[in-house]
C-alpha cells in the first residue's frame, strides 16, 4: 500500500539545502521539500558537545520511493553521518496522497 512518509535531514550551508532540496524534486524522488529557517543543533561528535547553524531539509515522498532517496541524499550529503529520520503519516488526504504519488513517479 501507497503511503506518504516524510524524511528528514540537516545541512549547515543553506545553497547546499536549496541545491539538495531542488534536485530531489527534479529526481521525482520527493514531490516537494521544504527548507528550513536556519537553527541552531547541539549534539555529540567525537565526544563533545558540538553545535552548528543548520538548515532542515523536509522530503514529502512515498513509502516505495524512501530508500531510493535515503540513498541519493547520502551521497549528495556534506556530512559524514548525516541525520536521516522518516515518519509515517497519519489523515493524507486521498487528494495529496494522489499528487505525491504522481510527482514521485519516474518518467
Known sequence: MTDIVIAQTTVDDEGKAYEIARAAVE????????????????????????????????????????????AWVHAQHPYEVPQWTVLPTVGTSQEYLAWVVKETTPR
Open 27 to 70: 529526481a521525482r524522488l520527493a514531490a516537494g521539500v521544504d527548507v528550513d529557517a536556519r537553527m541552531t543543533s547541539f549534539y555529540w561528535w567525537k565526544d563533545a558537545v558540538q553545535h552548528e547553524r543548520e538548515y532542515r531539509l523536509t522530503f514529502k515522498t512515498t513509502t516505495e520511493r524512501v530508500a531510493a532517496l535515503e
